[in-house]
């Protein structure tokens, strides 16, 4: 009934505003808090596996909220427009307060069930979770890898109604081997069928057959480092222009030993009939008739590598062609020495090309040289498509069918 009478006085504000701020404020807490202890309730899994109701609320939030009649209707109001699920901008424009003030206050209401964190601290912590939820939190992660570990712990609050610790969440992923790192972009046109033919077709092949023929381009903005020294509070920035003007493309093939030794480089792009010569004077001598090793060329499904003219001039010198599914150079292993040859120029560029006496496609010619990139062939393609099949590992596991070694049950 006092609920009721207090509901009333509270509308009454809107239409009349009889009542004083200072008596509003002690209504609207008054309903607050008996709303919020009517649903803010925690539960914990016990040992037994059942849900077990706790308690999480404390009444020194009221207090600490009336020590300051201003400050204690701003915070009403900002929990009365949180619980009601109101944007953040929305609630910015509405009390004039800044952005941090009302994610801090949804945190903490979230995480602590209270505005402020230093007023209340949870008995029921728990530090371990069941391996259930520890499955269902990976789940998780996979349909949204980008998530913090905050949001994991309001997933396994609301999910299965417990309350862990951060250093719980990050046990969690470090046992199942879970890291934190860079996401990669995979295009929407990206399609799994293909992929997994690929993957079936190539099982019948080594990695000592393979030969991967891509090319990758080079401007002014390559050899930009992303890193720089100022003073604190002070931005890194320099003056250059944005414009690319100058493109040069270098055109490789990549073996589990190392490039071989017929990398193109020219100002602008490979065009169709430049491919086409290159690929005749330059590559198809240095392979080897299929099976033997370097006789499977594969490519992209670029448009001056996917014609009949292509693949009838690979056939010809007793070679095979495969094409990579769309939109996957993470099946393309020369992509990660590629990575390496553009990291070795934004680190050297500065100190060699004001004295370097050449154009700077011999320069290009120098980099792909001093910088080795091809030194990590046998481990870039083992990380790629988790890793090609040579046949140094055919032979090992042949020997371990012979000894009887392998144990299939």
Same mark, same amino acid.
């Not at 240095?286 to 370097?294: E, V």
């Given at each position: 009934?006092?609920i009721?009478?207090?509901?009333?006085?509270?509308n009454?504000?809107h239409?009349?505003?009889?009542?004083?701020?200072?008596?509003?404020?002690?209504?609207?807490?008054?309903?607050? *808090?008996?709303?919020l202890?009517?649903?803010?309730?925690?539960r914990k899994?016990?040992?037994?596996g059942?849900?077990?109701?706790?308690?999480?609320?404390?009444?020194?939030?009221?207090?600490l909220?009336?020590?300051d009649?201003?400050?204690?209707?701003?915070?009403f109001?900002?929990?009365r427009?949180?619980?009601?699920?109101?944007?953040?901008?929305?609630?910015?424009k509405?009390?004039?307060c800044h952005?941090?003030?009302?994610?801090?206050?949804?945190t903490?209401?979230?995480?602590?069930?209270s505005?402020?964190?230093?007023?209340?601290?949870?008995?029921?912590?728990?530090?371990?979770? *069941?391996?259930?939820?520890?499955?269902?939190?990976?789940?998780y992660?996979?349909?949204?890898s980008w998530?913090?570990?905050?949001?994991?712990?309001?997933?396994?609050?609301?999910?299965?109604?417990?309350?862990?610790?951060?250093?719980?969440?990050s046990?969690?992923?470090?046992r199942?081997?879970?890291s934190?790192?860079?996401r990669?972009?995979v295009?929407?046109?990206?399609n799994?069928?293909?992929?997994?033919?690929?993957?079936?077709?190539?099982?019948?092949?080594?990695?000592?057959?393979?030969?991967?023929?891509?090319?990758?381009?080079?401007?002014?903005?390559?050899?930009?480092?992303?890193?720089?020294?100022?003073?604190?509070?002070e931005?890194?920035?320099?003056?250059?222009?944005?414009?690319?003007?100058?493109c040069?493309s270098?055109?490789?093939?990549?073996?589990?030993?190392?490039?071989?030794?017929?990398?193109?480089?020219?100002?602008?792009?490979?065009?169709?009939?430049?491919?086409?010569?290159?690929?005749a004077?330059?590559?198809? #001598?240095?392979?080897?008739?299929?099976?033997?090793?370097?006789?499977?060329?594969?490519?992209?499904?670029?448009?001056?590598?996917?014609?009949?003219?292509?693949?009838?001039?690979?056939?010809s010198?007793?070679?095979e062609?495969?094409?990579?599914?769309?939109y996957s #150079?993470?099946?393309? #292993?020369?992509e990660?020495?590629?990575?390496?040859?553009?990291?070795?120029?934004?680190?050297?560029?500065?100190?060699?090309w004001?004295?370097?006496?050449?154009?700077?496609?011999?320069?290009?010619h120098y980099?792909?040289e001093?910088?080795?990139?091809?030194? +990590?062939?046998?481990?870039?393609?083992?990380?790629?498509?988790?890793?090609y099949?040579?046949?140094?590992?055919?032979?090992?596991?042949?020997?371990?069918?012979?000894a009887?070694?392998?144990? +299939?049950?």
């Amino acid at each position: 009934m006092t609920i009721n009478i207090c509901r009333k006085l509270s509308n009454s504000w809107h239409h009349n505003c009889h009542i004083s701020s200072q008596i509003y404020c002690w209504i609207q807490t008054f309903l607050t *808090f008996s709303n919020l202890q009517s649903f803010i309730i925690n539960r914990k899994i016990n040992q037994t596996g059942k849900f077990e109701a706790v308690q999480t609320f404390h009444n020194a939030d009221i207090l600490l909220a009336m020590t300051d009649s201003l400050t204690s209707i701003l915070c009403f109001k900002i929990l009365r427009l949180l619980l009601l699920h109101w944007c953040f901008k929305a609630i910015v424009k509405e009390i004039h307060c800044h952005f941090d003030i009302i994610y801090r206050f949804q945190t903490n209401l979230f995480m602590y069930v209270s505005l402020f964190r230093s007023q209340f601290q949870f008995k029921d912590v728990s530090w371990k979770i *069941f391996s259930i939820a520890e499955d269902s939190l990976i789940t998780y992660l996979k349909q949204q890898s980008w998530a913090m570990q905050k949001e994991m712990m309001w997933f396994l609050w609301k999910e299965w109604n417990l309350y862990v610790h951060q250093f719980t969440i990050s046990r969690i992923l470090k046992r199942r081997r879970w890291s934190n790192k860079k996401r990669q972009r995979v295009s929407i046109r990206q399609n799994d069928e293909l992929r997994l033919n690929w993957v079936v077709d190539l099982l019948q092949l080594t990695a000592e057959q393979l030969v991967f023929v891509d090319e990758t381009f080079f401007n002014e903005t390559t050899r930009w480092r992303h890193q720089a020294y100022a003073p604190v509070g002070e931005p890194a920035r320099y003056q250059a222009s944005r414009k690319r003007e100058h493109c040069w493309s270098v055109l490789s093939t990549y073996t589990i030993d190392d490039y071989l030794f017929c990398t193109g480089i020219r100002e602008g792009w490979f065009n169709g009939e430049a491919f086409f010569r290159w690929l005749a004077d330059e590559l198809l #001598p240095l392979c080897s008739f299929f099976p033997a090793s370097k006789s499977v060329i594969i490519m992209n499904n670029a448009s001056i590598h996917c014609n009949a003219r292509i693949e009838e001039l690979i056939t010809s010198h007793g070679c095979e062609v495969r094409y990579l599914s769309p939109y996957s #150079p993470d099946f393309n #292993p020369i992509e990660l020495s590629f990575s390496v040859l553009k990291a070795w120029v934004r680190r050297h560029f500065e100190e060699i090309w004001p004295h370097f006496e050449g154009t700077f496609g011999e320069f290009l010619h120098y980099a792909v040289e001093r910088s080795r990139c091809d030194r +990590f062939s046998r481990q870039h393609f083992k990380h790629s498509v988790e890793g090609y099949i040579f046949e140094a590992d055919i032979k090992a596991l042949e020997r371990d069918l012979e000894a009887g070694t392998i144990d +299939f049950d």
